[in-house]
Structure formats: structure tokens, C-alpha cells
């Protein structure tokens, strides 16, 4: 009767680990670093910004990496305690990547940046690290639990910064956006400082892309960026061409 009750209690933790969805993939950085940081201790720096109510949802972890299923964002080197999280591909219609979220589950709480989006969860659902799951829960077996989560700043001191996606020319022209405390919303350009071009965005606001009306970017460009609630940061590429993986320093960061 004893092994027949440890052979159950074996199934059942095998089970709810495989019910665990794989949607995110660790190893996919295209042209950027994704060094998650997985210290559990929360810091905060002061820069205030805007939370939202907590909500009930419910989180999960993911397995083995699936290109197929998620939009990597290739995260920068981040802040001391943030998690890597996909959001359900439902969570919102303005889902933004590089958003941050708090997620609490009794008395314990992380926080976590959206690096890719699941396709099988549904407006409620966060799919963590192993790692976050098992500090969370303490329990990697439970496989899915319900918990509070809000939107919150990305706690920083950097400053916004803008990189040259890979394969970029003077045809066309791909940026990611990193550190922003909020989602950013909208990404412009200008050679004068008064005519501004809206870069269309991919994939969740993965990336940004232009078809270059300027001819060679040869010059200094105006960037202008407004986050999801309308701050707005304007910064300075000092181009000499278009050189991949070239990151250009903002000089800021949305004040709140």
C-alpha cells in the first residue's frame, strides 16, 4: 500500500510539471544580451511612476524553449531582482515588451519584465522563469497558482537607450528601445529637429522599423519617445552610418 501511494503522489508531480506551457526562449537574444538577474531581493531607486491596482491572475513556468511560440526581446543587462516573464498573448491589447509587473503569491513578491509573449495563456496568465516560480511558490510541483500581479515603473537610474537592430541599412532602419521606465508606445525620428517620421512597430513593440527618408544616415538624428502614458524623452543619434549593434545613450529618462 506504501509504494502503491508513493507511485500516485510520483504521477501526480510529473503531471503537473508537464502541464507547465514552454513559451519562452532564454537562448534567443538576436542582436542583444539577456542576463536575467535572479536575485530575489526587491530594491526600489525613487523614481516614483505609475501603479496599478492588483488583479487576480494566475502564473505557471515554462519548460523547454520554443522559437515557434514567443517574441524573444533581447533584454539589456537588468535591474538587481527582475525575473524574465511571458505574458498571455490576451493580456492586453496594449501589451507592450519590456513592460514591468509585480507578482505576489501570500506573503512573498517578485518582479518581472516582459521578455516574450505566451500564445496559450489567457489574460491572466504569466509564465516565469523555474527559478521565480520556484521562489514564489516554493514548489515547483503545484504547477500553476493563482496570484495578485500589477503594473509598475521599471525601477532604474539608467538612461533610455536606443540600439541598431541587425541587417539595418540605409534603406531601412530597425531600433530596439531599452530601460524605459514604462512600455514604450511610439518611436520618432528627424534630421531637423521639426519634421518627425513614426517608426511603425513589430511584434509587440519588440522592435521599431523605418524605411530611411533621409537619405544616408550620415548626421545627427532627433529621436523622440513616448511611453505608454505619454511621457516623452527626445535624445540624439550622432550617426556616421548605420553600424549594427550600436547603441546610442539618450541622455535620461521619463520623469514622473
Same mark, same amino acid.
Given at each position: 500500500?506504501?509504494?502503491?501511494?508513493?507511485?500516485?503522489?510520483?504521477?501526480?508531480?510529473?503531471?503537473?510539471?508537464?502541464?507547465?506551457?514552454?513559451?519562452?526562449?532564454?537562448?534567443?537574444?538576436?542582436?542583444?544580451?539577456?542576463?536575467?538577474?535572479?536575485?530575489?531581493?526587491?530594491?526600489?531607486?525613487?523614481?516614483?511612476?505609475?501603479?496599478?491596482?492588483?488583479?487576480?491572475?494566475?502564473?505557471?513556468?515554462?519548460?523547454?524553449?520554443?522559437?515557434?511560440?514567443? =517574441?524573444?526581446?533581447?533584454?539589456?543587462?537588468?535591474?538587481?531582482? $527582475?525575473?524574465?516573464?511571458?505574458?498571455?498573448?490576451?493580456?492586453?491589447?496594449?501589451?507592450?515588451?519590456?513592460?514591468?509587473?509585480? /507578482?505576489?503569491?501570500?506573503?512573498?513578491? /517578485? #518582479?518581472? /519584465?516582459?521578455?516574450?509573449?505566451?500564445?496559450?495563456?489567457?489574460?491572466?496568465?504569466?509564465?516565469?522563469?523555474?527559478?521565480?516560480?520556484?521562489?514564489?511558490?516554493?514548489?515547483?510541483?503545484?504547477?500553476?497558482?493563482?496570484? *495578485?500581479?500589477?503594473?509598475?515603473?521599471? =525601477?532604474?537610474?539608467?538612461?533610455?537607450?536606443?540600439?541598431?537592430?541587425?541587417?539595418?541599412?540605409?534603406?531601412?532602419?530597425?531600433?530596439?528601445?531599452?530601460?524605459? #521606465? =514604462?512600455?514604450?508606445?511610439?518611436?520618432?525620428?528627424?534630421?531637423?529637429?521639426?519634421?518627425? =517620421?513614426?517608426?511603425?512597430?513589430?511584434?509587440? *513593440?519588440?522592435?521599431?522599423?523605418?524605411?530611411?527618408?533621409?537619405?544616408? $544616415?550620415?548626421?545627427?538624428?532627433?529621436? #523622440? /519617445?513616448?511611453?505608454? $502614458?505619454?511621457?516623452?524623452?527626445?535624445?540624439?543619434?550622432?550617426?556616421?552610418?548605420?553600424?549594427?549593434?550600436?547603441?546610442?545613450?539618450?541622455?535620461?529618462?521619463?520623469?514622473?
Amino acid at each position: 500500500m506504501m509504494k502503491s501511494k508513493k507511485l500516485l503522489a510520483f504521477a501526480v508531480s510529473a503531471f503537473l510539471f508537464a502541464f507547465s506551457v514552454s513559451c519562452s526562449e532564454d537562448s534567443a537574444n538576436d542582436d542583444g544580451n539577456n542576463n536575467e538577474n535572479n536575485s530575489s531581493e526587491i530594491q526600489e531607486t525613487g523614481n516614483g511612476g505609475k501603479t496599478t491596482d492588483w488583479k487576480d491572475g494566475y502564473i505557471t513556468f515554462y519548460g523547454q524553449p520554443s522559437s515557434n511560440d514567443s =517574441y524573444p526581446y533581447p533584454l539589456p543587462e537588468m535591474e538587481k531582482g $527582475y525575473y524574465n516573464v511571458a505574458p498571455g498573448v490576451y493580456f492586453f491589447p496594449d501589451l507592450i515588451l519590456g513592460s514591468a509587473y509585480e /507578482i505576489k503569491y501570500g506573503d512573498k513578491t /517578485i #518582479r518581472v /519584465i516582459a521578455k516574450d509573449i505566451c500564445p496559450d495563456g489567457d489574460n491572466s496568465w504569466f509564465d516565469n522563469t523555474p527559478e521565480a516560480f520556484e521562489y514564489l511558490t516554493g514548489n515547483k510541483a503545484l504547477g500553476k497558482v493563482n496570484v *495578485k500581479w500589477r503594473e509598475t515603473p521599471y =525601477y532604474t537610474d539608467k538612461n533610455i537607450t536606443v540600439k541598431i537592430k541587425n541587417g539595418s541599412n540605409n534603406w531601412f532602419l530597425g531600433v530596439y528601445v531599452f530601460n524605459g #521606465r =514604462y512600455g514604450v508606445a511610439k518611436v520618432e525620428l528627424s534630421k531637423d529637429g521639426k519634421q518627425f =517620421y513614426e517608426m511603425k512597430p513589430y511584434n509587440y *513593440k519588440m522592435f521599431w522599423e523605418l524605411q530611411c527618408p533621409f537619405g544616408e $544616415y550620415n548626421s545627427s538624428l532627433t529621436v #523622440r /519617445i513616448t511611453d505608454r $502614458y505619454g511621457h516623452v524623452v527626445t535624445g540624439v543619434m550622432k550617426m556616421t552610418g548605420v553600424q549594427d549593434g550600436k547603441v546610442y545613450d539618450m541622455g535620461k529618462n521619463f520623469d514622473y
